[in-house]
């Protein structure tokens, strides 16, 4: 049985931080691409940064410059380190194991339940 299981959101004011974990079991995480996706109120959900088994890292244009996303094969976990936060980063954040494809990353199967991040000024 496949679990993503997400941690490290919360409240923080515009220009603040957070870390996000997704701790994950069930799969072979050192052969799995994992990735993080965030859905807004009222807007679809959309691919935030990913990062391929060979640790190969893609990030949305959003997002570039100010979040990171890493990972620990040893702990079976994938981290999303988000500097210089901004309003429009309020959103539920998801841990995904995307596929990637001839067309780029796609999500995967496989969602964590979920974890709030609000930004306010």
């Known amino acids: 049985q496949v679990q993503l299981v997400e941690s490290g959101g919360g409240s923080v004011q515009a220009g603040g931080s957070l870390r996000l974990s997704c701790a994950a079991s069930?799969?072979?995480?050192?052969?799995?691409?994992m990735g993080w996706y965030r859905q807004a109120p009222g807007k679809q959900r959309e691919l935030v940064a990913s990062?391929?088994?060979?640790?190969?890292?893609n990030y949305a244009d959003a997002v570039k410059g100010r979040f990171t996303i890493s990972r620990d094969n040893a702990k079976s976990t994938v981290y999303l380190q988000m500097n210089s936060l901004k309003l429009e980063d309020t959103a539920v954040y998801y841990c995904?194991?995307?596929?990637?494809?001839?067309?780029?990353?796609?999500?995967?199967?496989?969602w964590g339940q979920g974890t709030q991040v609000t930004v306010s000024s």
């Open positions: 995904n194991t995307p596929r990637v494809t001839g067309i780029g990353v796609q999500p995967g199967d496989y």
């Open positions: 069930g799969i072979i995480f050192s052969l799995s691409h």
């Open positions: 990062i391929r088994r060979s640790g190969t890292t």
